[in-house]
């Protein structure tokens, strides 16, 4: 009797033991743990990254903090610009609040991906690469090439043949000076490539109106005139808009509804033209 009793007994324990580990493997593979106020996303998935934004009740958005005027520190040391002013009323008509967090321009789209933040806010082009990647808000800000010249000269967008165009080398107006035949002068960025002008070292850079609109917002007496292409239609605009994961149309939805928003009451266009004088959204 006791020969059959053990081996039953044995099997019956085994039974057991194997249910037990089961059951907490099942526990550590389903965990309840909430992702941390910066890792947020992780539960979007299953209700959508707005439902956790506006239960968290905070929006956190990705921003370098060192890219005037759209996001700096002024010399109070307060984060500010237009990219933040616009993020923040956005953030006040979905009912949170915004929490920047900073982060250089390389490594910003791998902390998007890391959900370390739910959206960028970091005057970030719209193109074909990003969008396949991507999701995007309606544009908040739009802009196109302009030439910069001397207060005193008279020179057409596409009149700087042979003449000397202050350019970075690297950059894409660079290469739009060379397609106009200008001479390229090697500067260093916008501010030098304007020093030269305003010394008529140079005649002309080409460059973004909104750079432009911003020097002249700083120093209104720098003599110094922007001179439009005659062609700025749709089709030639660059269009800066939030970035965010895929997935996340909920949110991309209710934040172009507080842009419209915006647009509709003038809210946008004001904060524009505190910043650059005009309206650029």
Same mark, same amino acid.
């Given at each position: 009797?006791?020969?059959?009793?053990?081996?039953?007994?044995?099997?019956?324990?085994?039974?057991?033991?194997?249910?037990?580990?089961?059951?907490?493997?099942?526990?550590?593979?389903?965990?309840?743990?909430?992702?941390?106020?910066?890792?947020?996303?992780?539960?979007?998935?299953?209700?959508?990254?707005?439902?956790?934004?506006?239960?968290?009740?905070?929006?956190?958005?990705?921003?370098?903090?060192?890219?005037?005027?759209?996001?700096?520190?002024?010399?109070?040391?307060?984060?500010?610009?237009?990219?933040?002013?616009?993020?923040?009323?956005? %953030?006040?008509? *979905?009912? #949170?609040?915004?929490?920047?967090?900073? &982060?250089?321009? =390389?490594? @910003?789209? $791998?902390?998007?991906?890391?959900?370390?933040?739910?959206?960028?806010?970091?005057?970030?082009?719209?193109?074909?690469?990003?969008?396949?990647?991507?999701?995007?808000?309606?544009?908040?800000?739009?802009?196109?090439?302009?030439?910069?010249?001397?207060?005193?000269?008279?020179?057409?967008?596409?009149?700087?043949?042979?003449?000397?165009?202050?350019?970075?080398?690297?950059?894409?107006?660079?290469?739009?000076?060379?397609?106009?035949?200008?001479?390229?002068?090697?500067?260093?960025?916008?501010?030098? %490539?304007?020093? *030269?002008? #305003?010394?008529?070292?140079?005649?002309? &850079?080409?460059? =973004?109106? @909104?750079? $432009?609109?911003?020097?002249?917002?700083?120093?209104?007496?720098?003599?110094?005139?922007?001179?439009?292409?005659?062609?700025?239609?749709?089709?030639?605009?660059?269009?800066?808009?939030?970035?965010?994961?895929?997935?996340?149309?909920?949110?991309?939805?209710?934040?172009?509804?507080?842009?419209?928003?915006?647009?509709?009451?003038?809210?946008?266009?004001?904060?524009?033209?505190?910043?650059?004088?005009?309206?650029?959204?």
């Amino acid at each position: 009797m006791k020969k059959i009793l053990l081996p039953f007994l044995l099997i019956l324990l085994s039974a057991v033991l194997v249910a037990c580990g089961t059951k907490e493997d099942d526990k550590t593979n389903g965990s309840n743990e909430k992702p941390t106020e910066e890792s947020s996303g992780d539960s979007a998935a299953n209700n959508g990254l707005l439902e956790e934004v506006l239960e968290k009740g905070v929006l956190n958005i990705g921003t370098e903090g060192t890219y005037a005027p759209f996001s700096f520190h002024d010399e109070s040391g307060k984060l500010t610009g237009y990219d933040v002013e616009v993020t923040e009323e956005v %953030a006040k008509r *979905l009912g #949170v609040e915004a929490k920047f967090f900073e &982060t250089q321009w =390389d490594a @910003i789209f $791998a902390g998007l991906d890391a959900k370390r933040f739910d959206v960028i806010a970091n005057q970030v082009g719209i193109n074909d690469d990003r969008k396949a990647k991507y999701e995007f808000s309606q544009p908040y800000t739009r802009s196109h090439s302009v030439l910069i010249i001397h207060a005193d000269e008279q020179i057409a967008f596409d009149g700087m043949e042979g003449k000397k165009a202050a350019q970075t080398l690297t950059s894409n107006y660079g290469e739009l000076a060379k397609s106009h035949g200008a001479e390229i002068i090697k500067v260093d960025g916008f501010n030098q %490539a304007v020093d *030269l002008i #305003v010394s008529k070292r140079v005649d002309g &850079t080409y460059n =973004d109106k @909104i750079s $432009a609109l911003d020097y002249l917002q700083q120093k209104p007496d720098a003599p110094i005139q922007i001179v439009e292409e005659e062609d700025t239609s749709a089709e030639n605009e660059s269009e800066n808009a939030f970035l965010f994961r895929q997935g996340n149309e909920d949110l991309v939805d209710e934040i172009n509804k507080a842009l419209d928003a915006m647009r509709e009451d003038g809210k946008l266009k004001e904060i524009s033209e505190k910043w650059f004088g005009e309206d650029v959204s």
